[in-house]
């Protein structure tokens, strides 16, 4: 079965840092895109970053580039999202999941784990 598991997630002070994981069972991650979505209470859900190792593609919103780094580790079979210099408003839900391809269209994701809070005080 294919599965994925989000964790990581925690209660960080503004510009401190979190490393989400998204640990993949059933499929290898080196063979499709993941990606992480977050939503945050009352907005909607918004894709933060995606990556392919197969297409040798990373992506970023911009409202995190410079400020998060996406990674894939295959000997795992995970992959990771360092968040550093945190802010109020990433505050949010974040979810992995995945696709063929490293595009931010939720409609294209057709696997998700289930999220992890991510809190950022002010």
């Known amino acids: 079965d294919v599965q994925l598991q989000a964790s990581g997630g925690g209660l960080v002070q503004a510009g401190g840092s979190l490393r989400l994981s998204c640990a993949a069972s059933g499929f290898t991650v080196d063979d499709y895109a993941i990606g992480w979505f977050r939503q945050a209470p009352g907005k909607e859900r918004e894709g933060v970053s995606c990556i392919s190792s197969r297409d040798e593609s990373i992506y970023y919103a911009d409202p995190v580039k410079g400020r998060f780094t996406i990674s894939s580790d295959n000997t795992n079979n995970t992959v990771y999202l360092q968040m550093n210099n945190l802010k109020p408003e990433d505050t949010a839900v974040y979810y992995c999941?995945?696709?063929?391809?490293?595009?931010?269209?939720?409609?294209?994701?057709?696997?998700w784990g289930k999220g992890t809070q991510v809190t950022v005080s002010s």
């Open positions: 999941a995945r696709s063929p391809y490293c595009i931010m269209v939720d409609a294209i994701y057709n696997y």
